[in-house]
């Protein structure tokens, strides 16, 4: 009889390995140490063939990173009032800071967009799809956008402490940048 004995390994769980590559390729990211297979597989507590078996590569890993962020990004989006304007949908989520949830995977996007020339790409692209909603588009469309990504990169590096009330104010001016004259 040949019956396999059974082993002590747990059993696999792809899923939570994804997730732990994740939380440990942000956990790097955010606190500016470097970053390689070797050092997630670490963090993580997995071998460096598990990071590669997962992800293949350190840019593939970031790059599936940005992936699930960018969903993040267009479900907050999607969550917006769709008769505002697009630019103001899009500084709106910023507004109510519903895009930036989890602070620290977004600073690690950030990173990583700053560290892979590929995802700064993706990035840009992201951007210009969004920019070209604006119909027609303006300097008060582009304002707002750029106003939006300081809000959003301000939240994001805590560098003012924004209240409610002053948050209203900036979406009423925005809104006035926006109206059809």
Sequence with gaps: ????????????????????????????????????????????????????????????????????????????????????????????MSLNATSYEDTDGWRAMVVATVIDRGLAARWSQRAEIERALDQPASANALLVRLAADGLWLSDLLATYKIGNKEREELDVLMEKLLKKP
């Excluded at 955010?30 to 997995?46: F, L, M």
């Excluded at 993040?72 to 769709?82: I, K, M, V, W, Y």
């Design 1 to 92: 009889m040949n019956s396999k004995m059974p082993t002590s390994r747990p059993p696999k769980q792809p899923d939570q390995v994804r997730k732990r590559l994740f939380q440990s390729a942000t956990a790097l990211l955010t606190t500016g140490q470097p970053i390689s297979i070797g050092a997630i597989a670490s963090a993580a507590g997995v071998s460096k063939g598990a990071v590669q078996h997962h992800f293949g590569t350190k840019e593939q890993l970031l790059a599936a990173l940005f992936d699930l962020y960018m969903d993040h990004f267009n479900e907050a989006l999607a969550l917006e009032d769709t008769s505002a304007p697009p630019a103001l949908r899009y500084a709106r």
